[in-house]
């Protein structure tokens, strides 16, 4: 598939070398298209368009989330940040009886922030530690997953290194010690495949941001269905009870499924975004993404190395990601520097952080190494 007819649905690839989707994916037009419908629909119906538009909108995306994940539909449900979605999960559980909590430092901070905020409830947390900065050696999930363990809260794809962790295995440690997993996949969900029923996964939340081209403000959480019922959070929302449009102020319906963690009204514009970019994604297909994430991605990795940087991405290169750091004595000014020359990359810890996507061509890679090169 020739991914290239692409590149005119996202205007910002005409003027810029566009190299961080791990913080932002591309806008596109298709995205800009539905925003504008949305205002247009406001404008128009008001109120009433929650009605006859809005709500089928919502129903709409939470079943493209679900055909990306390979979930069922009723296992997903719309959320505002990662975090809010993780803190509705930390408010299902009472830390009492088993109390230990496994997250790693290379974890994005606001996963491990939900863990900690339960300390004051019993939560104990260990944090694993990495011996390269890129990944966390099985062995000390092996080590640290127990009878007291409760929870393992971890990346897919860790997001200053790019690595894949195998979540299936950790996935099955934990559940071999009655532990549920939570996976943070906002940096997988798009450029990798994440199958949630065949990798075995409880609980797993990701977004629009990045990889799935669907802005800020939008994010879903799966949950294992016959998992989701028995999970009774303590932080909730109108949107998550079976009676919302009887607004009973007197007694909590929970529904029966995942979507009682949908708390309150979604940003509806922030929706309208993310529909554009799921579509493209599910269009273009999973599958294919993934293999030309891969290769552009792998690409970078050999220029770089050609040009004479020491590109820091997992050994194995079945763990690598779209995401490629590179050490740089000065990343905030290379970053900088890069920028002048609308070339738009991100730093983090030492490194400068260059995501290709699919959009991307081997042009834009020679382009970034040559400058690269240049301004060092
Ligand atoms: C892996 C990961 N998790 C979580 C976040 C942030 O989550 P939120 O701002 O939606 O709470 C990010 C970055 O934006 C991230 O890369």
Known sequence: MDLSEYRSEFPILKNKIYLNTCSLGALSRRSREYVKTYLAQWDEFGASAWYSLWMNDIAAVRNMIAEILHADKDEIALGHSISTLLSTVASCFRYDDREKIVVTELDFPTANYQWFAKESLGARIEMLSSPDSVHIPLEKFQEAIDDKTLLVSTSHVFFTSGQIQDIATINTIA??????????????????????????????????????????????????????????????????????????????????????????????????????????????????????????????????????????????????????????????????????RNIIVDFRKGCIRVSPYFYNSSEDIEKFVFALKEIS
């Open 175 to 340: 559940r071999r010690h009655g532990a549920l997993c939570i996976v943070d996949a906002y940096q997988s969900v798009g450029q990798v495949p994440v199958r949630v029923h065949d990798m075995g996964i409880d609980i797993l939340v990701s977004g629009g941001l990045k990889w799935l081209l669907g802005g800020s403000g939008i994010t879903f959480l799966y949950v294992r269905k016959d998992l989701a019922s028995s999970l009774q959070p303590s932080s909730i929302g109108w949107f998550g009870v079976s009676n919302q449009f009887e607004f009973a102020p007197d007694r909590i319906n929970l529904i029966d499924s995942t979507r009682r963690f949908e708390t309150g009204t979604p940003s509806v514009a922030a929706l309208a975004a993310f529909k554009g970019g799921l579509e493209i994604i599910l269009e273009i297909g999973l599958e294919n993404i993934h293999k030309a994430a891969k290769q552009i991605s792998e690409e970078l990795v050999e220029r770089l190395k050609k040009a004479g940087f020491n590109p820091c991405v997992a050994e194995n290169p079945t763990e690598r990601s779209a995401i490629v750091m590179v050490p740089h004595p000065d990343p905030s000014s290379a970053v900088g520097a890069l920028s002048k």
